[in-house]
């Protein structure tokens, strides 16, 4: 539904920038989660961020939506963390960013790099479920099991319902 309100929003002001990153993004999202196939949403999600970009080059949620289409439809490693970094030097304070970037080095095997990123994620946005999660699931790629379920438990603590935090624990209790 984000996909098709951000497409409404462009049909209204084809000029904006902000709108353009957020459907990059939520392309990307939909492709991550399973909802469409990599191979379509992909190249929409690169195509939308590149777009924000050409139109305002320092919004920070263009390129942190570039970076995670890069790293996610092409593999691109280093310039998604090209784009990470220039998002949080447009913006030291852009959650997602933080957010975005850890899961990058983490599986970069940058494991100090990936928590310190994360915490600051949490620092700036500490009701964020997603980040909550996320954070479980890198002590689950850093091999720390354990950490993992207790995390993953308090977030069904505090949101029961959340799915994301029942996939990741299902990922976990099964290694």
């Known amino acids: 539904r984000a996909v098709e309100c951000f ?11 902000l709108a353009y990153a957020e459907l990059s993004d939520a392309c990307t999202i939909q492709g991550v989660m399973g909802a469409r ?25 263009a390129h942190y939506a570039l970076g995670h289409a890069l790293v996610q439809y092409e ?15 447009l913006d030291p304070n852009c959650g997602n960013a933080h957010h975005r970037y850890a899961i990058l080095l983490m599986t970069s095997a940058r494991a100090d790099e990936a928590f310190a990123q994360i915490k600051l994620a949490r620092q700036l946005d500490p009701t964020s479920l997603p980040i909550d999660v996320t954070e479980g699931f890198l002590h689950y ?12 438990q308090r977030t069904l603590e505090r949101e029961p319902h959340f799915w994301m ?9 099964g290694t």
């Open 165 to 173: 935090a029942h996939y990741w624990l299902a990922q976990v209790q």
């Open 141 to 152: 790629w850093d091999r720390h099991y354990a950490r993992a379920i207790d995390h993953l």
């Open 37 to 61: 196939p990599p191979h379509e949403v992909g190249p929409q999600a690169r195509e939308a961020a590149l777009h924000a970009l050409a139109i305002d080059e320092r919004l920070p949620v």
């Open 75 to 89: 593999h691109d490693r280093a310039g998604a963390e090209l784009a990470y970094r220039r998002a949080l030097e």
């Open 7 to 17: 497409r409404d929003a462009l049909a209204l002001d084809p000029g904006s920038a």
